[in-house]
């Protein structure tokens, strides 16, 4: 059965630090990955996708993430972080191919900027 | 675009009533929708995913007479929490797929705060 991991529940940094979110997946071929993010009391907002092709892939807000086929990985980056980027982080994957199908979450990871 | 809405975005209600929550795919036409629940500080479970004009698929665990969905129109879809009672309340989000622009990608409301009293 496909899994999502997110190792890490909470993480603060400092206004202007980078950062980087980890997430690895369990799944039978290379899934669809995805990055949301979610501010309190909110829905969903995609950062990020990647189906194919480049393993860099590029966000919204300045975020970007690497596939790393070899250690089942997809982790969020970011060079710069602002204080409105304070929210709960998810990691997601899909299968491939075909319309969108049911997605398995990872558990997130809460971001707190300090100023 | 690819906007979707989700309405009410908070409800409150008492033991053993029903309460509706709809969701709106506002500038595109979502073949499929799928509901969310989502328990505090945990992550987004998904309860059932429906295709428009047909019965909804329910994730093993889920009541199906408890949670009804409906799915009528390529814009609409609507959970129904059936004689809610207060282990019901949580944050419900729902989400919406087009077959066309963008057909892998989920668009998700803003969710629903459930309260029963």
């Known amino acids: 059965a496909q899994s999502v991991t997110q190792p890490d529940i909470h993480i603060t940094v400092s206004e202007g630090a980078s950062l980087e979110l980890r997430c690895n997946y369990s799944y039978g071929a290379t899934p669809y990955l995805f990055w949301y993010v979610q501010s309190p009391g909110q829905g969903l907002q995609l950062l990020l996708k990647?189906?194919?092709?480049?393993?860099l892939v590029q966000g919204i807000k300045g975020f970007e993430a690497e596939f790393k086929r070899s250690q089942s990985s997809f982790n969020l980056r970011k060079p710069s972080v602002h204080w409105s980027d304070a929210a709960e982080y998810f990691c997601a994957v899909g299968p491939p191919g075909g319309t969108a199908s049911k997605l398995t979450f990872g558990t997130g990871t809460r971001l707190q900027v300090t100023l | 675009g690819a906007v979707v809405s989700q309405h009410p975005s908070w409800v409150i209600c008492k033991s053993g009533t029903s309460v509706k929550i709809e969701c709106r795919s506002l500038?595109?036409?979502?073949?499929?929708m799928f509901w969310y629940r989502q328990f505090p500080k945990q992550s987004l479970m998904l309860m059932a995913t429906?295709?428009?004009?047909?019965?909804?698929?329910?994730e093993q665990g889920v009541e199906k007479d408890k949670f009804l969905i409906n799915h009528a129109s390529l814009t609409l879809s609507t959970l129904t929490v059936t004689s809610a009672h207060p282990e019901d309340s949580s944050f419900y989000i729902c989400?919406?797929?087009?077959?066309?622009?963008?057909?892998?990608?989920?668009?998700f409301g803003a969710g629903t705060r459930l309260s029963v009293l």
């Open positions: 990647y189906f194919s092709g480049d393993t």
């Open positions: 500038d595109f036409q979502a073949t499929t």
């Open positions: 429906s295709n428009e004009g047909s019965k909804a698929t329910y």
């Open positions: 989400s919406a797929s087009s077959a066309g622009v963008a057909k892998n990608i989920q668009y």
